[in-house]
């Protein structure tokens, strides 16, 4: 029921920014919980951001500071917009959302840090 699909990615020197997107094309309402994971090579998947339909958020401690997640409810899109950034973030970005006590995974896009 929930299909998640993101956009966003692409290549950009140390230091710039990405605005990575994710929408729900199932049209799920109000879906409890979103966020991006990221997995890069050679590395385990790791949570970036998190954020509920409360309004609650969560950060990884790498991008405390230079990463905000944000989340339209009605509309069932989540976005990730990405300051500062270093070539350590370069991975495969993944939206994730939880609903209804399932968990669901977008397909990825890959964001490239580098000069």
């Known amino acids: 029921q929930v299909h998640l699909v993101e956009s966003g990615g692409g290549l950009v020197q140390p230091g710039g920014s990405l605005r990575l997107s994710c929408i729900d094309s199932?049209?799920?309402?109000?879906?409890?919980?979103m966020g991006w994971y990221r997995q890069a090579p050679g590395k385990q998947r790791e949570m970036v951001a998190l954020?509920?339909?409360?309004?609650?958020?969560n950060y990884v401690d790498s991008v405390k500071g230079r990463f905000t997640i944000s989340m339209n409810n009605a509309e069932n899109t989540l976005n990730l917009q990405m300051n500062s950034l270093k070539p350590e973030d370069t991975a495969v970005y993944y939206c994730?959302?939880?609903?209804?006590?399932?968990?669901?995974w977008g397909q990825g896009t890959q964001v490239t840090v580098s000069s």
């Open positions: 994730w959302a939880w609903h209804l006590g399932n968990e669901y």
């Open positions: 954020r509920s339909n409360v309004g609650s958020t």
């Open positions: 199932g049209r799920s309402p109000d879906i409890h919980m």
